[in-house]
T-cell receptor
Framework: EDKVVQSPLSLVVHEGDTVTLNCSYEVTNFRSLLWYKQEKKAPTFLFML????IEKKSGRLSSILDKKELFSILNITATQTGDSAIYLCAVTNAGGTSYGKLTFGQGTILTVHP | DAMVIQNPRYQVTQFGKPVTLSCSQTLNHNVMYWYQQKSSQAPKLLFHYYDKDFNNEADTPDNFQSRRPNTSFCFLDIRSPGLGDAAMYLC???????????FGAGTRLSVL
């Protein structure tokens, strides 16, 4: 069974801090790893990673995948209160009827104080 | 310009009273998914349609059914809701299995 573990489960920082969120995974037939941000609504897409070592960047957010060690990190620099959310990591499977299914981690709750 | 639209946003039902949640999409995507997200938990896939092909997850209770009458619409039917079915239900779509997934805003279901 595919499995995704995120750490830490929660994180409290002050505005301007830099944070690193971790995601490790086990998947029988890896296709991609995705990061989502979830506020009090549906998850919104941040990044999709398929190749090792290639950093994806969007403003203050960046992410990288290590397919050898089976993990990914999401970095947020110069955090703002608007970054407060649950950050979800998910993997997709490339095999059989599980193909494309998102298996989510339990999420990291990030709280940014002014 | 919402692309995946779920109705209603909030639904209250009574224990045992059937309820239907709806999802529509303007993306013309082949795949539509239903996820259940309970409080403080990760979303969990219930089932998905690839075009007209229905794929049920092994651990999805029989109480949950789905219909996809056409490409644009998909419904989640809960035949006899229990208190444990109170959750956020997320509809999502993708062009193909494995391609980027787009979520709707969700329907929060309460069971009294």
């Amino acid at each position: 069974e595919d499995k995704v573990v995120q750490s830490p489960l929660s994180l409290v920082v002050h505005e301007g801090d830099t944070v690193t969120l971790n995601c490790s995974y086990e998947v029988t037939n890896f296709r991609s790893l995705l990061w989502y941000k979830q506020e009090k609504k549906a998850p919104t897409f941040l990044f999709m990673l398929t190749s090792s070592g290639i950093e994806k960047k969007s403003g203050r957010l960046s992410s990288i995948l290590d397919k050898k060690e089976l993990f990914s990190i999401l970095n947020i620099t110069a955090t703002q209160t608007g970054d407060s959310a649950i950050y979800l990591c998910a993997v997709t499977n490339a095999g059989g009827t599980s193909y494309g299914k998102l298996t989510f981690g339990q999420g990291t709750i990030l709280t940014v104080h002014p | 310009d919402a692309m995946v639209i779920q109705n209603p946003r909030y639904q209250v039902t009574q224990f045992g009273k059937p309820v239907t949640l709806s999802c529509s999409q303007t993306l013309n995507h082949n795949v539509m998914y239903w996820y259940q997200q309970k409080s403080s938990q990760a979303p969990k896939l219930l089932f998905h349609y690839y075009d007209k092909d229905f794929n049920n997850e092994a651990d999805t209770p029989d109480n949950f059914q789905s219909r996809r009458p056409n490409t644009s619409f998909c419904f989640l039917d809960i035949r006899s809701p229990g208190l444990g079915d109170a959750a956020m239900y997320l509809c999502a779509t993708s062009w193909d299995r494995g391609s980027q997934v787009y979520f709707g805003a969700g329907t929060r279901l309460s069971v009294l």
